[in-house]
T-cell receptor, first 112, second 114 residues
């Protein structure tokens, strides 16, 4: 089954404790992105990757890091999480021809 | 960068009536405009999209129109049903399919009244 998976689905952590949210897709897609969703603000792009070892900033990259060492994986790293990073995070992928973006199930992160 | 404005933020319609959601964008280089539906607690899912070389696209009860000159596009849902209740997001991208990222509007909460 073609899908985008994220782990964990829910995470409560404390300020400053490094964390990683994993994202994996099994569709051989070149393009992958991370978004955060906040009430009243819609979805905002954090980072995207157009291929292995190629990443670029989106609209709200501050406080986040990403890596793309393998085509199927695109982890989101929060080196020192802060309460303003409490949000719902979605990973998405699409193929080179630019058909629709497939979204993962989301990760709800709470930073206290 | 691109800026997408979406209106209204909440829309309540009677079951069976039509619903229209409107978006405007700022970057004339944008050429791909998808609409996503997000049900409570679920991921966004593409319901329809339109490319800049097309003025209108229809899929059963859903249609999207695009006016490139005015930089606005709209979602039309006819004969609304209870299962249409959700949050709808418009988006814009310079890459077809939005492969290098989508700029989203802030969403419209569509409520279908029985």
């Amino acid at each position: 089954e073609a899908q985008v998976t994220q782990n964990p689905r829910y995470l409560i952590t404390v300020t400053g404790k490094k964390l990683t949210v994993t994202c994996s897709q099994n569709m051989n897609h070149e393009y992958m992105s991370w978004y955060r969703q906040d009430p009243g603000l819609g979805l905002r792009q954090i980072y995207y990757s157009m291929n292995v070892e190629v990443t670029d900033k989106g609209d709200v990259p501050e406080g986040y890091k990403v890596s793309r060492k393998e085509k199927r994986n695109f982890p989101l790293i929060l080196e020192s999480p802060s309460p303003n990073q409490t949000s719902l995070y979605f990973c998405a992928s699409s193929n080179r021809e630019g058909y629709e973006q497939y979204f993962g199930p989301g990760t709800r992160l709470t930073v206290t | 960068g691109e800026n997408v404005e979406q209106h209204p933020s909440t829309l309540s319609v009677q079951e069976g009536d039509s619903a229209v959601i409107k978006c405007t964008y700022s970057d004339s280089a944008s050429n791909y405009f998808p609409w996503y539906k997000q049900e409570l607690g679920k991921r966004p899912q593409l319901i329809i999209d339109i490319r800049s070389n097309v003025g209108e696209k229809k899929d059963q009860r859903i249609a999207v129109t695009l006016n490139k000159t005015a930089k606005h596009f709209s979602l039309h849902i006819t004969e609304t049903q209870p299962e249409d209740s959700a949050v709808y997001f418009c988006a814009a991208s310079k890459s077809v399919g939005g492969a290098d990222g989508l700029t989203f509007g802030k969403g419209t909460h569509l409520i279908i009244q029985p």
